[in-house]
């Protein structure tokens, strides 16, 4: 954690807010700030930025990697979603609490390091998780009549991350 990171969070006025997560990437400094639904696809994507720059825009979710949630939120929404054992949790917690009123957000004043292996190739089981919580995903948030598009491409993407 970068010094004095947990401040800043307390200080945000959203319901559930996120430090920006910094981690290495090819030897190059990178900062996520959260991300967004490709709804029609159903997949994530992080919104990241080789700089310490926010710009305006609006999050589906924060990465579970790091947030700060207030009570009032798991007294209305409940818990994370157990169905989820990697991957899609942190989204699918963040759309719940932003369909009952609450907030969500990134604070750029404070920052944790993520310390990601890359590179290396995840096993199986991991990668088994991914294309499991993402057809959940799918299922429980993308519209009926895009569903058919998402999950074709979640077919061809589980084909490809299952045999790596």
């Not at 996120?18 to 959260?34: A, M, S």
């Not at 994507?45 to 979710?61: P, Q, V």
């Amino acid at each position: 954690m970068e010094k004095d990171f947990l401040s800043p969070l307390l200080e945000n006025p959203a319901d559930i807010v996120g430090p920006v997560i910094k981690f290495r990437r090819q030897e190059r400094w990178i900062y996520d700030f959260g991300g967004k639904i490709n709804w029609w696809l159903g997949r994530n994507k992080h919104i990241e930025n080789y700089e310490l720059r926010i710009t305006n825009y609006e999050l589906d979710y924060v990465s579970g990697c790091a947030m700060l949630v207030w009570r009032r939120v798991f007294e209305k929404i409940g818990l994370f979603d157990e169905r989820y054992f990697l991957y899609f949790e942190d989204a699918d917690f963040c759309l719940r609490a932003k369909k009952a009123g609450f907030k969500i957000a990134v604070e750029p004043k404070s920052t944790i390091i993520h310390h990601l292996k890359e590179g290396k190739k995840k096993p199986l089981w991991q990668r088994w998780e991914v294309v499991k919580s993402n057809f959940i995903f799918i299922n429980r948030w993308i519209d009926w009549w895009r569903k058919p598009l998402a999950w074709g491409f979640w077919l061809v993407r589980g084909v490809k991350i299952l045999i790596g």
